[in-house]
């Protein structure tokens, strides 16, 4: 089975060809993060723009670089959501136009199911039942992965997703837009254990998280130095913030990793791609005889070879949609 898979949830125009599920042979992703990084954030309007702009040649060179036709396609899987409505609304329209074209059957893709499914691509080994921890720009959630497309939430975030907790410290202290990948950076020039920021536990709901407690620790931590008129050292900030956020995230999926019986873990989303998060989790797994996997981190941040192997597991389910597939912008885990 060959997918051609498309995504446009946020603000990468992506576009996969997967074959039988976990062989990728393209995954164009074009990013906008250059022009958003300019307003600090994405702004929706643009993000919508540009997806039209790029769609086609994203996708055509998807399938020219596999080497493969559109005739040669067998199904044609497509984001529709959550993310932005008119983002999700390009990749929608367009899939069901070239469905429509071809009479190539369309799926619709989730795409959180998407990140999940991101790890199926380089562990050829890793089947359900399994653990993930799903950290991303919008989401912070545990789920147990009890069948393919099969997922039920054991714990997720009361407030901020960890994703955006990076992005709103980083921009704190001045590191622009996308946050993420810039601590990830500067935190290896900094001290981990010179600032102790809370580490949030909600009492009665031991899997769930809460990090808007941790921002506004940070931002007073900055106020306070900037009161003092003392020099603050970034470097120090974006480690020991990293470092709150991990120790929790690999605390609690651990602690539910037991619980739940689980031998295998996986996470997913683009925090995954975090360097000391990847670290942390390789040697907590390891100390408890956990099989643990993680994507590359291309496969963590938003690309459209994870909605490809997600479409194919919802496709061998039974899964088609009709031309009336809508963007859901708000769509929940679980549900379709
Ligand atoms: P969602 O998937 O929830 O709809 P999204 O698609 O915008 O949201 P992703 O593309 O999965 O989010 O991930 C983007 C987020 O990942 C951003 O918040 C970014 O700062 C964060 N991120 C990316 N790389 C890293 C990194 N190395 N360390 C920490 N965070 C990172
Ligand atoms: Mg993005
Ligand atoms: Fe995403």
Known sequence: ILVLAIETSCDETSAAVVKN?????????????????????VV????????????NQVIEEALSSAKVTL??????????GPGLVGALLVGVAHAKALSFATKKTLVGVHHIEGHVSANYIENKELEPPF?????????THLVLVKEYGEYEIIG??????????????????????????????????GNKDEIN???????????DFSFSGLKSAVLNYINSCEMKKVQMNKADIAASFQEAVVDVLVTKTIMAAKDFHMNQVAIAGGVAANSHLREAMVAACRDNGISFYYPSPVY?????????????????????????????????????
Request: hydrophobic fraction near 35%; proline fraction near 4%; charge should be neutral.
């Open 21 to 41: 599920g976990r062989e990728v042979l393209s995954n164009i992703i074009s990013s906008q993060i250059e022009l958003h990084k300019l307003y600090g954030g």
């Open 44 to 55: 929706p309007e643009i993000a919508s723009r540009k997806h039209i702009e790029k769609i």
């Open 71 to 80: 005739e040669e396609i067998d199904l044609i899987g497509v984001t529709y």
């Open 131 to 139: 653990l993930c921890l799903i950290v991303s720009g919008g989401h």
């Open 156 to 189: 997720r975030t009361r407030d901020d997703a960890a994703g955006e907790a990076f992005d709103k410290v980083a921009r704190a202290i001045g590191l622009g837009y996308p946050g993420g990948p810039k601590i990830d950076k500067l935190s290896r020039e």
């Open 197 to 207: 920021f809370p580490r949030a536990q909600i009492e009665g709901a031991p899997y």
């Open 300 to 336: 963590c941040t938003d690309n459209a070879a994870m909605i490809g192997t997600a479409a194919y597991y919802e496709y061998r389910k039974g899964t088609r949609s009709g031309y009336d597939l809508n963007a859901v912008p708000n769509l929940k885990i679980g549900e379709r």
